[in-house]
T-cell receptor, first 116, second 117 residues
Framework: AQKVTQAQTEISVVEKEDVTLDCVYE???????LFWYKQPPSGELVFLIR??????QNEISGRYSWNFQKSTSSFNFTITASQVVDSAVYFC?????????????FGQGTELSVKP | SAVISQKPSRDICQRGTSLTIQCQVD?????MFWYRQQPGQSLTLIAT?????????ESGFVIDKFPISRPNLTFSTLTVSNMSPEDSSIYLC??????????????FGSGTRLTVV
């Protein structure tokens, strides 16, 4: 069965600090997709990134970067030089490919608080 | 990518009553999903709604409590039946399909914030 674990429930940093949000996943499939979403206080889900299981290349998008390591089943998310606007709950999610139905399973979420 | 209209956006309901949430998509999609997000919690999948067949429910969710309809490829409803305060949550529908980020992704409705008193 698929499972996503975000061990960090809450993280608090001061503005301009770097912060890494951890995500560990479990799946029996060889084809799967990993996602990160941001949920600000307003409640909507904001898509951040999708990565498929065959693409282990790390990605950088502005202040955001992602480190995907299949060997440790991890897909960690780093925010560089954090800002107050980064304060939100961040969810890591997993979707199995193939004939698994495509359902998206979420981790427990990490609440990030960036203080000025 | 698909655009989802979810209604109502919020409601306050009396215990023992039922509420039906609607999810309208502007394009045909095969798979629609219903999630629940309890206060301070993550999103939990309730069921997968497929057109022309019964919904597939996740462990802990039953059809009598959360009946789902999927009459066509653009519309689905979720009913929360015989509500209790424990049902107070945000309910979201989601579809799988092409997104601006690529051919495979998920689009979410804006959610229905339900409070049961």
């Amino acid at each position: 069965a698929q499972k996503v674990t975000q061990a960090q429930t809450e993280i608090s940093v001061v503005e301009k600090e770097d912060v890494t949000l951890d995500c560990v996943y479990e799946t029996r499939d060889t084809t799967y997709y990993l996602f990160w979403y941001k949920q600000p206080p307003s409640g909507e889900l904001v898509f951040l990134i999708r990565r498929n299981s065959f693409d282990e290349q790390n990605e950088i998008s502005g202040r955001y970067s992602w480190n995907f390591q299949k060997s440790t089943s991890s897909f960690n998310f780093t925010i560089t030089a954090s800002q107050v606007v980064d304060s939100a709950v961040y969810f890591c999610a997993l979707s199995e490919g193939g004939n698994q139905g495509g359902k998206l399973i979420f981790g427990q979420g990490t609440e990030l608080s960036v203080k000025p | 990518s698909a655009v989802i209209s979810q209604k109502p956006s919020r409601d306050i309901c009396q215990r023992g009553t039922s509420l039906t949430i609607q999810c309208q998509v502007d394009s045909q999609v095969t798979m629609m999903f219903w999630y629940r997000q309890q206060p301070g919690q993550s999103l939990t999948l309730i069921a997968t709604a497929n057109q022309g067949s019964e919904a597939t429910y996740e462990s802990g969710f039953v059809i009598d409590k959360f009946p789902i309809s999927r009459p066509n490829l653009t519309f689905s409803t979720l009913t929360v039946s015989n509500m209790s305060p424990e049902d107070s949550s945000i309910y979201l529908c989601s579809v799988m399909g092409p997104t601006p980020e690529g051919p495979y992704g998920y689009t979410f409705g804006s959610g229905t914030r339900l409070t049961v008193v």
